[in-house]
């Protein structure tokens, strides 16, 4: 009897640790603006867009990975001036551990100057996507 109940507080925890993960899973959370922290084309590889830039760190294997770049050039094709630039998390490592990048794909969406104004460990949803943008898009 004592084996069930520890087997079903098991399984009872394991369920609300999932639950809370599932939730955060591709959330698009505001970062604290860091004026000093910025990202240029030097750091990235690639010019970020006149407005906005979608940066994605990918690996060769993620499959969620494939959905995010679908959604991520999408968004960037819907918005004037927006960039979508996709990394290989392995191949920047010094990248990865300066922007505590911990999972892929990780979404970080850059305003114009290259501030980083959201960030989604996980496959973000297009309307999420599109939110986000509102925030870093200048007109």
Aim: neutral net charge; proline residues 2%; contains cysteine.
């Amino acid at each position: 009897m004592t084996g069930l109940m520890v087997c079903l507080g098991a399984l009872a925890a394991a369920s609300v640790s999932g639950g809370g993960h599932q939730r955060r899973n591709g959330r698009l959370t505001v970062r604290e603006q860091d004026d000093t922290a910025r990202l240029g084309a030097a750091e990235i590889g690639a010019a970020l867009g006149e407005r906005a830039t979608l940066l994605q760190f990918s690996s060769a294997f993620c499959q969620p990975c494939r959905a995010t770049r679908r959604t991520l050039t999408e968004v960037a094709g819907m918005v004037d001036g927006v960039a979508h630039v996709e990394i290989d998390a392995e191949d920047h490592l010094e990248l990865v551990r300066q922007l505590q990048v911990q999972r892929t794909p990780t979404v970080l969406v850059l305003d114009a100057d290259g501030a980083i104004v959201r960030r989604a460990s996980g496959q973000p949803r297009k309307a999420d996507v599109i939110a986000a943008l509102g925030a870093a898009v200048r007109d």
